[in-house]
């Protein structure tokens, strides 16, 4: 997700009339074509002695400035995190500043839209039915600004697969211009339902493409209501069966929660049964944000109570030797057999940790906790010692 | 259930409306629980019910929101409107499970003598004697097999020496070995060996050679010394001892899962199913294959006294039972006919054990090459020829090619007349993706093929064994777990 | 039930068979006669008049308590095969669905 902190910029002089990108540098000897796609960031006033060059696509100042380039703005001190690399859009009507990349970080996501299909009764991202084709417009724009020895990045949404061609067009891009970075589609799979579809992802021949797919339930009924859309498990089941079948590699995404949590041996039984050539399948703690709040009393579990459902799903997945991972939960919530599992999934910008968690010998190895979590938190946090009994 | 705030509907809008269809199922009557049935599909999914649940079902009055109707759902016992991708699993189901016929034949039996030092009392073909020349094979005989294997288009292909006692031919054994792993480097397939032996002979030497090319070995461990002896005599009565002595010296060498063993039971096995058990134990084994006796060779002929397949299947429960308690205290076993069962039952590409198949494994799972250049179906194939039925030889290496081997009525006829979805009984039979066509065993027993299954001993076991076998997943959670984890 | 006769009549070493045939069809009878082969050997005579007549011999020296027990048998086993061939013929023609689609793709997903 983006990095909401759109605070408000003071221009300096003279602004574009309309919002555009660029990358962020301290570099203030670049070459022509890169200063006019860089905005360069001048943290204090000794950072250059010369005059300031011109033909920057926009100058950024952690200090008073008196400086009268064209897009040139003092930032708030919220955004003095910024850093060499990372990609902003500058909204100058707006006033507003938004970090769309950060290089340091290892978990970019991009919003290629909010418009989604399904309506998950647990959605950290509420879609919005509008035209956002200015988003991809924008990434397309963006991507050729990111660093070329960038890991991993994602595309999210709503739903990506909602584009189109343009989703298409977007990995096709982002291969060209990213050749060595993995790329990761969060979508519900349902426009891979249909063959041709499918067939034009895996056309691309993007070097290392996942797709990581919800599925809920074993039985339609349960998933359909958990999505909120009659036709959805169908539609998902069979996108996944068409992209394994055009060779793309496919995550299965599980959330656990109050709908989730009762039928979760059935649902491991039954992927390791019918989706048995998956290629991973993440067991994921919930995120309290987004309609999760909204419908905190159906959702919300206690991770601790539900280790024996927990338990029987992954033994039953490692039977079958489907490859998995648990995602979103905090080591001292896991009974101890299954802390292996445990991966720090979230993103580096929304964990927090408890208070106790100081006195933790493993906690480096959590991933903590979401920051959204502390409407609910569970009654197993506490703190582990090695060598203590689990 | 709490109420959703709008705009989220209830699940009442989502469920299906009364008024399913069945899936294909078979189901049998389960002879050890009254008006208990088990049903099963083709790919191998199984739920135990009530004679009224079954009832129910059949006749499309199951609620669709009791937990009946959506274990049946999930399964794929049944469909409704709500879902119909059901369709397209099963046929991707299916397919992964008939996938293994077109590997074709991965496991070649090579029989490098018929000489051996024991003279087991059940074993159907070897030969105490010194004549290498009528007992061993030939290079050249080996050199044309190895020739056939690599026909074989299968990506996995896994070569067992037998015999006799191979190691009393190890020779060969080692020429066949860096002659295949030379072939080998042209073709790329998994390649690996075993040696299937009575561990009397295994020299440093010969494990030095089994570490280099990361052979595996087989062994037969009857239980204790006591009984082990009595039944696999030998010069100096000695082979226990040398088993224990070389097993001990293997894992040291090669691993200590680098060993595994079976057993044969007989009549004086049949009270002692525990000891023997506890005897792998104490040998440091993890597995055990509790094997019933083949009605072929010296075992069809000998004085000893037969048992009939009750006794058999009493044996089988008690040893499984008691495989379970060690697992239960903490010794972790598992039994490897079972084993092959559960893949059946769980597993989405079934089990590739070659003596449990329809089509039958032979030829097309496994085949045989003798020390006399004959080549047959199968091992028990070969057996019945020792006892003078040769209709399971495929031919010779000197006279036959492979294609007319392989084409031939003595393969063709039993595949196709014995597989199982055309068979009286075993065509209605619940127990279908479990079990396999054997048409060895109902020749060598009712003089054909196909046999009739309720006259089968064969039948009687495979019944027995997987009635035995759902009735504890289904009654046994701890059972369940510790099986599960066989897989 | 024709003229109040019943299905069934143990006699030393038999039971005789004399089913409707509108009930039970000849195929399911077959099929539990093979399946109780062990015990009994079905002679099917004729069909006629809409009723199925039919012999299962037993062993000399039967008792009667035994023979109804196996008619007992005969019979559970009889409701099964009709069960069977009402489930055959209710997926038959999704059974044939499901094998052509199993056969129709070319390509098997492999995980690598």
Sequence with gaps: MLISLSNGVRPLAVCSDHPFVARVSENSKLGDDEKRVTALLLRSPDATSEILPEGYRAYLFQYESTEKLRDSYVLPTTLHYLQEGDVIRVDPIRRRVRALYRRASTANFFLVTERCDNFCLMCSQPPRQQNDDWLVDELLRVIPLVDKTTTSLGITGGEPGLLGPRLIELVRAIRDALPRTALHILSNGRAFSDLPFARDLSAIRHGDLMVGIPLYSDLAEEHDYIVQAAGAFDQTVRGILNLKSEGVRVEVRVVIHGDTVERLPELAAFLARNLTFVDHVALMGLELTGFAKTNLNELWVDPVDYVTQLEEAVRTLRHARVPMSIYNHQLCVLPSALRGFARKSISDWKNTYAPECSECDVRDECGGMFASSSIRKSRGISPLREGAPQ | ?487 | MSNGKRAFSLHPDRIDLALDASVYSTIAVQKAGYRLARRCSLVIECLAENELRGTLLLPQGTTEAHAREVAADFFRELSDQQLRERIQEETKGIRELVLAHAFSKTDLINRQ
């Design chain 2, 1 to 487: 259930m709490t109420t959703l705030k709008q705009p989220f509907r209830g699940r009442t809008d989502f469920l299906p409306s009364s008024g399913y269809r069945l899936l294909p199922f078979r189901l049998n009557r389960l002879r050890e629980r009254q008006d208990h049935y088990v049903i099963t599909n083709d790919v191998g999914e199984h739920v135990l019910l009530s004679k009224l649940e079954l009832e129910d079902f059949v006749d499309h009055r199951l609620g669709t929101t009791t937990a009946l109707y959506r274990r049946l759902k999930s399964k794929h016992f049944l469909f409704d409107e709500r879902s119909r991708v059901a369709i397209d699993l099963l046929a991707l189901k299916y397919r992964s499970r008939v996938a293994r016929v077109a590997e074709f034949t991965a496991l070649h039996m090579f029989v490098v003598t018929l000489r051996c030092d024991h003279s087991c009392h059940y074993c159907q073909v070897s030969r105490q004697s010194e004549d290498r020349a009528n007992f061993d094979m030939t290079p050249s005989h080996a050199e044309k097999a190895l020739a056939l294997v690599f026909r074989s288009p299968a990506r996995h292909l896994k070569i067992e020496f037998q015999g006799g006692e191979p190691l009393l031919n190890f020779p060969l054994v080692r020429h066949i070995v860096e002659r295949a792993e030379a072939l080998n480097r042209e073709h790329g397939r998994d390649l690996r060996f075993v040696i299937a032996s009575n561990l009397s002979r295994l020299t440093d030497d010969v494990l030095g050679f089994c570490k280099d090319h990361g052979i595996e070995l087989s062994t037969s461990l009857d239980g204790p010394a006591d009984l082990h002896d009595a039944q696999r005599p030998t010069k100096d009565g000695s082979s226990h001892a040398r088993v224990m002595d070389a097993v001990r010296r293997a894992r040291a060498m090669l691993g200590d899962q680098s060993v595994s063993a079976l057993m044969t039971t007989t009549p004086a096995a049949l009270e002692r199913v525990e000891e023997i058990v506890d005897e792998y134990v104490a040998a440091g084994f993890r597995s055990i294959f509790l094997r019933s006796l083949s009605p072929y060779g010296f075992a069809a002929r000998s004085l000893i006294r037969r048992y009939n397949v009750q006794d058999w299947i009493t044996f089988f429960k008690r040893g499984l039972q008691h495989i379970l308690d060690l697992n239960r205290r903490g010794y972790a076993m598992r039994e490897e006919y079972t084993t092959v069962l559960l893949q059946k039952l769980f597993s989405p590409t079934g089990s590739g054990y070659v003596d449990l198949q329809s089509p039958a494994g032979m030829g097309i799972g496994g085949i045989v090459y003798n020390y006399d250049g004959a080549v047959y179906a199968s091992d028990e194939g070969r057996m019945l020829a020792e006892m003078g039925d040769t209709s399971f030889k495929l031919g010779h290496l000197d006279e036959d090619s492979y294609k007319s081997m392989m084409t031939g009525d003595a393969l063709l006829g039993p595949l196709e007349a014995t597989v199982l979805e055309s068979v009286p009984m075993c065509a209605d039979c619940a127990f279908q993706p479990c079990c396999g066509a054997d048409p060895v065993f109902h020749q060598a027993t009712q003089g054909d093929w196909v046999g009739h299954k309720a006259l089968s001993a064969f039948c009687e076991k495979q019944t027995a064994v997987l009635e035995f076998l759902v009735a504890l997943l289904e009654d046994d959670a701890f059972a369940r777990r510790t099986l599960l984890g066989w897989l």
